[in-house]
């Protein structure tokens, strides 16, 4: 939490500064994960995109909590369709026998 209530106060006494240590640590997060960087950078393309057009703090954050359930749907629909190919899987597979 000494972290966050760190980049608060920065937040209010310096804003250029914060702005500059956030993106920073946003690049340090993206490179740390070389796997997904790929991803990772188009998600935050897609949320600084939001946040410079949406007007204001509030519409920003409308804006991604939307962003976020859209993707929480998504995820929802490819669990439920995981779930039924396990389905299909689970039945076309004879159970084991017990050795024996």
Not at 14 to 30: M, S, V
Not at 40 to 63: E, H, K, N, V, W
């Amino acid at each position: 939490m000494k972290d966050f209530d760190s980049l608060c106060a920065l937040a209010r006494s310096d804003p250029r500064a914060f702005f500059e240590r956030r993106n920073q640590l946003i690049e340090d997060f993206i490179r740390a994960n070389p796997t997904h960087e790929t991803l990772l950078r188009q998600t935050q393309a897609q949320i600084d995109a939001m946040r410079a057009s949406a007007g204001g703090p509030l519409q920003a954050l409308r804006g991604l909590s939307g962003m976020m359930g859209d993707h929480l749907e998504a995820l929802g629909g490819h669990l439920a369709q995981l779930r039924s190919e396990l389905k299909a899987v689970a039945q076309a597979v004879p159970p084991a026998r017990p050795a024996g």
